[in-house]
């Protein structure tokens, strides 16, 4: 049985960036940027104002008690039309031009404006050094034309939107968001909808991963329920097998009707490994479907849901990571002092569901009273899972463990 590390390693081997393609930038949040991003203009346009005042000559004002003639008034959008002289002052609102001849603006906080008469107001402006220079923003000096803004491979936060669209891009070339069809197997499974008679179910895990595939930046294409036969798996298997990634629950460890391996054998799904030292998560299944636009990944995930989150955050997410060009989080995982004891059991690395928070500026931790791979309520007490190396042993409160939070994808690797 292959580990976790070597797991990772063979499906981030298969998982290939899917081609560029042009959108409009409003679809853009979330996914990669394909190209560099170029201005087309100098920011800002012209040396402009920071503050609302009045723009001087810095020297003539600077530490006196001056009174000047206010000449005009400039607001964003406005060009200055007089040139600021001695004994002159220029009226200006937050991003509107310097006039030529004024070096400096004063805050409007400072001065105060003296209805000599109505044609020809004057300003007073006292005391306080004033730099040459003050409250200005020189042309060019957030960016110049034809510089280089953002990198391709730039993950597009709300705050490259607005840079796109300060140096006019309302279309950019990206990495599309993959693709995922989900398909929950198994006799068992009610829709959410129902009520589960005898023996049955409802189907958690076909909603929280299409939950997870969206929180991923890609596209969840539900296939519903199917049910533990060859033919019916085969039909929603062909079908999940037209998008870049199928993510199956269930139907892959080694009950009577666990036919997901078999099925995808039979559709020419090769198999890359079966079984990983994990716990939970052992049974997942990983293999790659061949095709000429773009090769097909398909995981099978183990049905207990608890199984099934943490095999989409330890393989899947980095997968779709790939996928959509973005840099695949590998960073250590977060240490954290444990709160209470922890009885740690069993021959396989383990990541126990726990809940961690600040206490003072230290990151604690406490594993929750979880009940095995099938426990989703306990699940929802958690924000992390805490690491516990294979072997029977006590971790004592105050002992510091790692943890993996759910925010963003579990952090590999995880040991040591
Ligand atoms: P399996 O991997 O098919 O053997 O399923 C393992 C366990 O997970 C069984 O107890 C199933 O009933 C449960 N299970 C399988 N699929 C789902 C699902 N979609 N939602 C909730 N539980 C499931
Ligand atoms: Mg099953």
């Given at each position: 049985?292959?580990?976790?590390?070597e797991?990772?390693?063979?499906?981030?081997?298969?998982?290939?960036?899917?081609r560029?393609?042009?959108?409009?930038?409003?679809?853009?949040?979330?996914?990669?940027?394909?190209?560099?991003?170029?201005?087309?203009?100098?920011?800002?346009?012209?040396?402009?104002?920071?503050?609302?005042?009045?723009?001087?000559?810095?020297?003539?004002?600077?530490?006196?008690?001056?009174?000047?003639?206010?000449?005009?008034?400039v607001?964003?959008?406005?060009?200055p039309?007089?040139?600021?002289?001695?004994?002159?002052?220029?009226?200006?609102?937050?991003?509107?031009?310097?006039?030529?001849?004024?070096?400096?603006?004063?805050?409007?906080?400072?001065?105060?404006?003296?209805?000599?008469?109505a044609?020809?107001?004057?300003?007073?402006?006292?005391?306080?050094?004033?730099?040459?220079?003050?409250?200005?923003?020189?042309l060019?000096?957030?960016?110049?034309?034809?510089?280089?803004?953002?990198?391709?491979?730039?993950?597009?936060?709300?705050?490259?939107?607005?840079l796109f669209?300060?140096?006019?891009?309302?279309?950019?070339?990206?990495?599309p968001?993959?693709?995922?069809?989900?398909?929950?197997?198994?006799?068992?499974?009610?829709?959410?909808?129902?009520?589960?008679?005898?023996g049955?179910?409802?189907?958690?895990?076909?909603?929280?991963?299409?939950?997870?595939?969206?929180?991923?930046s890609?596209?969840?294409?539900?296939l519903?329920v199917?049910?533990?036969?060859?033919?019916?798996?085969r039909?929603?298997?062909?079908?999940?097998l037209?998008?870049?990634?199928?993510?199956?629950?269930g139907?892959?460890s080694?009950?009577?009707?666990?036919?997901?391996?078999?099925?995808?054998?039979?559709?020419?799904?090769?198999?890359?490994?079966?079984?990983?030292?994990?716990?939970?998560?052992?049974?997942?299944?990983?293999?790659v479907?061949?095709?000429?636009d773009?090769?097909?990944?398909?995981?099978?995930l183990?049905?207990?849901?608890v199984?099934?989150?943490?095999?989409?955050?330890?393989?899947?997410r980095?997968?779709?990571d790939?996928?959509?060009?973005?840099?695949?989080?590998?960073?250590r995982?977060?240490?954290a002092?444990?709160?209470?004891?922890?009885?740690?059991?069993?021959?396989?690395?383990?990541y126990?569901?726990?809940?961690m928070?600040?206490?003072?500026?230290?990151?604690?931790?406490?594993?929750?009273?979880?009940?095995?791979?099938?426990?989703?309520?306990?699940?929802?007490?958690?924000n992390?899972?805490?690491?516990?190396?294979?072997?029977?042993?006590?971790?004592?409160?105050?002992e510091?463990v790692?943890?993996?939070?759910?925010?963003?994808?579990?952090?590999?690797?995880?040991?040591?």
């Amino acid at each position: 049985m292959i580990g976790v590390e070597e797991a990772l390693s063979k499906v981030l081997a298969a998982a290939r960036p899917k081609r560029p393609i042009r959108m409009p930038v409003a679809d853009s949040l979330g996914l990669t940027l394909a190209e560099d991003i170029t201005s087309d203009i100098d920011s800002p346009p012209h040396d402009k104002t920071l503050v609302d005042g009045y723009a001087v000559i810095a020297d003539e004002v600077s530490g006196r008690d001056v009174e000047l003639a206010v000449l005009e008034e400039v607001a964003a959008g406005a060009i200055p039309t007089i040139p600021v002289t001695r004994g002159t002052a220029t009226r200006i609102m937050t991003g509107a031009p310097i006039p030529d001849g004024a070096d400096a603006v004063v805050m409007i906080e400072r001065t105060k404006l003296v209805e000599a008469s109505a044609d020809s107001p004057r300003v007073q402006i006292s005391g306080g050094v004033v730099r040459s220079g003050q409250n200005i923003m020189t042309l060019g000096t957030s960016m110049r034309r034809g510089e280089v803004v953002l990198l391709a491979g730039t993950l597009i936060r709300p705050i490259e939107v607005g840079l796109f669209s300060e140096v006019g891009r309302a279309e950019i070339a990206v990495y599309p968001r993959p693709r995922v069809a989900v398909l929950a197997t198994g006799n068992e499974l009610v829709a959410p909808r129902d009520v589960p008679s005898a023996g049955q179910i409802r189907n958690s895990n076909g909603p929280m991963l299409g939950a997870l595939v969206t929180s991923a930046s890609a596209v969840a294409v539900d296939l519903g329920v199917g049910r533990d036969t060859q033919d019916e798996l085969r039909g929603l298997i062909e079908r999940g097998l037209r998008e870049d990634v199928l993510v199956l629950s269930g139907g892959v460890s080694a009950g009577v009707l666990d036919l997901v391996p078999s099925v995808l054998a039979q559709l020419g799904v090769h198999e890359v490994f079966h079984k990983v030292n994990l716990k939970p998560g052992k049974p997942l299944w990983f293999g790659v479907l061949p095709s000429e636009d773009g090769d097909r990944l398909v995981f099978g995930l183990p049905g207990n849901p608890v199984s099934t989150l943490v095999c989409f955050e330890l393989f899947v997410r980095p997968a779709l990571d790939r996928l959509a060009g973005r840099e695949v989080n590998l960073s250590r995982p977060l240490k954290a002092r444990l709160t209470r004891d922890h009885q740690q059991r069993g021959d396989r690395p383990t990541y126990f569901p726990a809940a961690m928070s600040f206490v003072g500026h230290e990151l604690v931790v406490q594993t929750v009273a979880w009940k095995g791979s099938a426990d989703l309520r306990s699940l929802a007490e958690a924000n992390c899972l805490a690491y516990f190396p294979p072997g029977d042993r006590l971790f004592a409160a105050g002992e510091v463990v790692n943890v993996h939070s759910f925010t963003r994808g579990f952090l590999l690797p995880p040991i040591r």
